[in-house]
C-alpha cells in the first residue's frame, strides 16, 4: 500500500519489471567492462541469480497471468515479458560473458522486458478500459 491507495496490478507489473530492468542493465555494465575477472564473475553470478528469479517470478505469477480479468492485463504483459526474456536466455551463466552469444542472449532478453515495460508505462498515464467511468 501506498498512503490510502492499494497497490494496482499496473503498480505491481511496473516495479516487477523495473527491476528487472536494473538487474539486466548491471549484468551487462559488468559483463562489457572487460577482463576484470572480479566483474566477470558479478556478471555470471547476476545472470545465474536473474535466471532463477525469472523462473520464481513467472511461476508466483502464472496463475494470475492466464487470467481473462481485464483488470489484471498488467500482470498478463508482466508474465508474458517474463517468459520471453527468459527463453531468451540459452547460455549457461558460467560461461565467459565476454562470448558474444552470451552477451547477445541477456541483451535481447533485455529487450524483451523493456519492451513491454515501455508498453505498461504508457499505459500507466491511461486508465484501463475496465476502470473507466462509464460515459
Known sequence: MVGDRTETPLDVALEVLRGYDAAFEKILTAAYAGRDPSRKREAQEGLRDLKSKLKQDIRRHEAFGRSRDPRLLPI???V???????ARIHVRWNENPMNSRWT????SA????????R???DQAGRPLESEEAPG
Do not use: I, K, N, P
Not at 533485455?110 to 515495460?117: A, N
Open 110 to 117: 533485455h529487450g524483451d522486458v523493456v519492451f513491454y515495460l
Open 80 to 86: 508474458a515479458a517474463l517468459q520471453e526474456a527468459s
Open 119 to 121: 508498453r505498461l508505462e
Open 76 to 78: 498478463v504483459t508482466m
Open 104 to 107: 547477445g542472449d541477456v541483451y
